[in-house]
Nanobody, 123 residues
Framework: QVQLVESGGGLVQPGGSLLLSCTAS????????MGWYRQAPGKERELAAA???????NYADSVKGRFTISRDNAKNTVRLQMNSLKPEDTAIYYC?????????????????WGQGTQVTVSS
């Protein structure tokens, strides 16, 4: 069973920075991509940033230029550097990893999730 363990959340003032880390229980090159989703109170979960095995990245428009996702294959870890944080970045951040696997009949997508880490941006 794949496990994703997040760390690095907390309380920060507007304009501040936080670094989130997500460590997987297996080689992260086994996943097609990994990413960070976030869910604010009363809102749907949304993708903040993602990175593929080849290193291609994708960001939500709301975080472009402020967040940077990276991967450390040697440590099976994906990180999210968050700068210039705003109150609207307040949310629970979830690490996600997915892979497509052949099951003999088809190649469905399998998603794995971390437990979530709270990020609060407030003065």
């Amino acid at each position: 069973q794949v496990q994703l363990v997040e760390s690095g959340g907390g309380l920060v003032q507007p304009g501040g920075s936080l670094l989130l880390s997500c460590t997987a229980s297996e080689n992260i090159n086994s996943f097609d991509a990994m990413g960070w989703y976030r869910q604010a109170p009363g809102k749907e979960r949304e993708l903040a940033a993602a990175i593929t095995t080849r290193g291609s990245t994708n960001y939500a428009d709301s975080v472009k230029g402020r967040f940077t996702i990276s991967r450390d294959n040697a440590k099976n870890t994906v990180r999210l550097q968050m700068n210039s944080l705003k109150p609207e970045d307040t949310a629970i951040y979830y690490c996600n990893a997915y892979k497509y696997q052949w099951n003999g009949l088809s190649r469905p997508r399998y998603d794995y999730w971390g437990q979530g880490t709270q990020v609060t941006v407030s003065s």
